[in-house]
């Protein structure tokens, strides 16, 4: 069983930026593919971005609404994936979710997510 435990999120102004954190525990997390996924009111869960284990060798994946304004990384020595939001708009306010996959067995869990609010 893994557990994610998300951090950092908040109110923002438009163009502000936030660094979220998502710790992992309960699995080996250098080999798990993580990502962040987002889910404004009323719409369908989308994902943001994902990074890949040491299969993909770090890999990195972006929607297109973030591309150039957000970035992925992780740090397997501390068993964390962050985002980093820059540039943000009003609609990227959503609750965001960390989740982690196990690449061979396929095995999916979900942080309990966290409030990003951009607003002036």
């Known amino acids: 069983q893994v557990q994610l435990v998300e951090s950092g999120g908040g109110l923002v102004q438009p163009g502000g930026s936030l660094r979220l954190s998502c710790v992992a525990s309960g699995s080996i997390f250098s080999i798990n593919d993580m990502g962040w996924y987002r889910q404004a009111p009323g719409k369908q869960r989308e994902l943001v971005a994902t990074?890949?284990?040491?299969?993909?060798?770090?890999?990195?994946y972006y929607d297109d609404s973030v591309k150039g304004r957000f970035t992925i990384s992780r740090d397997n020595a501390k068993n964390t994936v962050y985002l980093e939001m820059n540039s943000l708009k009003v609609e990227d306010t959503a609750v965001y979710y960390c989740?982690?996959?196990?690449?061979?067995?396929?095995?999916?869990?979900w942080g309990q997510g966290i409030q990003v609010t951009v607003s002036s």
């Open positions: 989740n982690s996959k196990n690449p061979i067995t396929r095995n999916n869990y």
């Open positions: 990074i890949s284990g040491l299969s993909g060798r770090g890999s990195t």
